[in-house]
């Protein structure tokens, strides 16, 4: 069954046309990486997936029912999405935060219960965060922050998760942290992964599936190995790069050339 | 405040205290006067053992209750008003009187007086039409960039909160003689003027209080920024239309029967939050609590610091919360 199907969607804003006619499909407890040069429709199209962007044309169904059927809760509790920044004015504690991911399952005036609670400190175990439960989310280096927000995805218990460029401001460790750790959530949980990133060679060692997308379009979509050659990237990326096997995971190494 | 206690727990440390408070300014506002009816009095009149037509139960009934009263229930309404715009906003300067909200109400207000509207429904209706108007500026102001991109939103707000200014003096600029004392002294904060029987239109700020403590987890949860609430599960549009029509609502009546007290609405949630975090569900009622201490207080002070007479209890409002306002600039800067 496909957890994800996107039917040929349009997507303008201001007069600009973000996606332009994109089609794409996802398995369930697939791990597909989206990549692409700047400005392809990679956030858009995560967007659309989530209800955030009003899609122009065409369709997008989650296990083929329509995403328009869904009520805000329902697809929270469907869908999680990690977004690339989130503002801190007023800051929560971790733990607060994390069990924020409840929203979804409570009603008006109800409480966490036990439940609610317990879940939140496994989502914060799964994370390696329950040490930091209770400082407050401004005092924490970035990987830590990156490492409360998946938490709080997780504690919406979604069958698919959304991810923005997780790793883009980490260093290499935390990286490779947060992509291991979806690895295990995928393979414990059976979670549906999308993720968005412009780190090719992290994709090529944990996608099971990239899809590239270019100018508001899917125009491959393939395993690391068929997609990551040199023609299909020089000719979206625009500059050469080489590929060859990483020498400890054997997944295609991207190296660019100066 | 310790997080690990449940929620209610904390919902009673928090109220119990603040509702004390608010206690004690009630019966400190009541029993304190310029005419010498004291503590004594108020104790014996409240508990009905005094003549019902002796001069001080009509000054404790007629004068200083519902000025007190009406201190608290303000005091409240523009204290969560602030709160709401502050969350809204995700800005902790954001407040009904900065904003423009109250200026828009007020001149509203202003031309129903002078058109000589009756003060319901005539001016409650004009003062909400003039904040609601001042509101949707707002929002096209803001829709322009993303909304509530910090400052400039801000800025946009104190620009039409200048404007406002400035058409309050021309219409005053337009009034008779006769007039022009009393729109003044509203104008900056009269709680002198009021009397028991527009208590019903007063309290009609108590429904908005209900809705804004129902909508405080979706309220916690748009501290994120929209995006974040919405795919957490808020109905960001629905959730942000009910509270910015309530609190304009709300404010426009604290406006009518007040007139411009500015800064409650940043010095309370601001001291508020320091002290309890950033929780709604603990700093609605919280603010409601607090708001109405801290107007009584203000009054107390606007009526006893000059020898004869008093002052607009706007007056002291600003001369507290615009220090701290700038202070608050100050450190956010650094």
Not at chain 1, 43 to 70: A, E, M
Not at chain 1, 86 to 95: N, T
Not at chain 1, 97 to 118: I, S, W
Request: some cysteine; aromatic content about 6%.
């Amino acid at each position: 069954m496909n957890a994800v199907r996107v039917d040929n969607i349009t997507v303008r804003a201001g007069g600009k046309i973000l996606v332009d006619g994109l089609s794409c499909e996802v398995k369930e407890s697939e791990f597909l990486v989206i990549i692409g040069p700047n400005g392809a429709g990679k956030t858009t199209l995560l967007k659309s997936i989530c209800g955030l962007n009003k899609v122009q044309s065409g369709r997008i169904s989650l296990y083929d029912k329509p995403l328009g059927s869904f009520s805000r809760r329902d697809l929270a509790a469907t869908m999680s999405l990690v977004p690339q920044n989130m503002e801190m004015e007023f800051s929560f504690s971790v733990a607060e935060t994390v069990l924020m991911g409840r929203y979804p399952y409570l009603g008006m005036l109800e409480q966490e219960k036990r439940a609610d609670h317990e879940i939140a400190r496994q989502a914060m175990e799964f994370t390696r965060v329950d040490h930091l439960a209770k400082r407050r989310l401004d005092q924490l280096s970035g990987g830590e922050r990156q490492r409360v927000i998946i938490a709080r995805s997780i504690c919406q218990q979604p069958r698919i998760m959304l991810l923005d460029e997780p790793t883009a401001a980490l260093d290499p460790s935390h990286q490779l942290t947060i992509m291991k750790l979806m690895q295990r959530l995928r393979e414990e949980q059976n979670t549906t992964i999308i993720m968005v990133s412009h780190d090719l060679n992290l994709a090529a060692m944990f996608a099971h599936r990239i899809v590239l997308l270019q100018e508001g379009r899917a125009v491959q979509s393939g395993i690391p190995g068929e997609l990551l050659v040199p023609e299909v990237l020089q000719q979206v990326y625009g500059c050469l790069m080489h590929v060859d096997t990483h020498p400890v995971t054997g997944t295609p190494r991207v190296s660019l050339v100066p | 405040m310790n997080n690990s206690l449940s929620i209610q727990r904390r919902l009673v440390l928090v109220v119990l205290p603040l509702g004390l408070v608010l206690l004690g300014a009630l019966f400190t506002g009541i029993s304190y006067g310029s005419s010498g009816v004291g503590f004594g009095d108020m104790v014996r009149i409240l508990l009905g053992r005094a003549g019902p037509d002796s001069v001080a139960a009509a000054i404790i009934w007629e004068i200083r209750f519902p000025r007190v009263v009406l201190a608290a229930v303000v005091g409240a309404t523009l204290a969560l008003g602030g709160l709401v715009f502050q969350a809204l906003l995700r800005n902790p300067l954001a407040e009904p009187y900065i904003l423009g909200v109250s200026g828009g109400s007020a001149i509203g207000a202003i031309i129903a007086l002078l058109i000589g509207l009756s003060p319901f429904p005539g001016v409650a209706t004009a003062s909400f039409a003039g904040s609601m108007l001042v509101l949707v500026l707002l929002i096209m102001l803001a829709a322009g960039s993303s909304f509530g991109r910090r400052d400039s939103l801000l800025l946009g707000g104190v620009m039409i909160n200048a404007l406002c200014g400035a058409v309050i003096m021309f219409l005053i600029s337009l009034a008779q003689n006769t007039q022009v004392q009393h729109v003044l002294f509203w104008l900056m904060g009269d709680l002198s003027i009021f009397s028991r029987q527009q208590l019903p239109v007063l309290l009609t700020v108590l429904p908005c209080f209900v809705l804004i403590f129902i909508l405080a987890r979706p309220m916690n949860l748009l501290l994120m920024g929209r995006e974040n609430a919405a795919v957490l599960g808020v109905e960001v549009n629905l959730v942000t239309n009910l509270l910015l029509v309530a609190t304009t609502f709300m404010v426009s009546v604290a406006v009518c029967h007040s007139g411009l007290i500015g800064f409650v609405g940043l010095v309370v949630p601001h001291i508020l939050r320091l002290a309890i975090g950033p929780d709604h569900r603990l700093l609605v009622p919280a603010s409601i609590l607090g708001g109405a201490s801290y107007l009584i207080f203000c009054d107390l002070l606007a009526r006893s610091l000059p020898a004869a007479g008093e002052m607009p209890v706007g007056v002291i409002t600003a001369m507290i919360g615009a220090p701290l306002f700038i202070f608050m600039m100050w450190r956010a800067r650094r």
